[in-house]
């Protein structure tokens, strides 16, 4: 039986990237373990400059509870939840809140400033870096949002686009508060 040369080649050419990438996400940390490990321990501290210019330090926000959240100017999803996040850091600031943006992209410091004003962003943005997010389990999916309570303990997660209800719902959690305490009031 006489085979095809150009199939050899291409099947061959498909194995050696499968074989490639492979060994490379085997090399990677287990990106969804450090994710496991944060879950109900201590945020992991990080040292980021602000759009400002500023140095910040998530554990400068300690006795606070904070949202922060990975994001970057060409994600569709962080455009529709950054008013909320606006919104909700006007709401839920006066009673500590802080939310905080980490802006993971490829983008200049200009750039990024120019979309948080243009977003009208109200709370820190800052310039992200990739140790920091490989410290959150590692930034795969954006927008990722950690829910960080008073004592620097993560207390909830989420990956990807949730309703502004359920980004409340986290808020009050952080706060110390249920839903249901909420609607019995």
Do not use: H
Not at 45 to 72: E, M
Not at 124 to 139: C, F, M, N, R
Not at 142 to 152: A, C, H, M, S, V
């Amino acid at each position: 039986m006489k085979r095809d040369p150009v199939v050899l080649v291409v099947v061959s050419a498909v194995v050696a990237m499968m074989l490639v990438f492979g060994f490379k996400l085997a090399r990677r940390p287990n990106q969804a373990a450090g994710t496991a490990q944060i879950q109900n321990g201590l945020a992991p501290d990080f040292t980021l400059q602000s759009l400002d210019g500023k140095t910040v330090r998530l554990s400068d926000f300690r006795g606070k509870p904070v949202v922060l959240n990975f994001w970057a100017t060409w994600c569709s999803p962080c455009k529709i939840e950054m008013p909320w996040f606006v919104d909700l850091q006007r709401q839920y600031g006066p009673a500590g809140v802080q939310f905080l943006g980490v802006a993971m992209d490829d983008a200049s410091t200009k750039e990024i400033a120019e979309f948080a004003q243009s977003m009208k962003v109200n709370y820190p943005i800052l310039i992200g870096k990739e140790s920091v997010g490989d410290a959150y389990g590692g930034v795969q999916f954006l927008p990722e949002t950690f829910y960080i309570d008073r004592n620097g303990k993560v207390v909830d997660k989420a990956f990807g686009l949730k309703g502004r209800g359920e980004i409340e719902d986290d808020i009050k959690k952080i706060l110390g508060q249920s839903s249901v305490a909420q609607t019995q009031k």
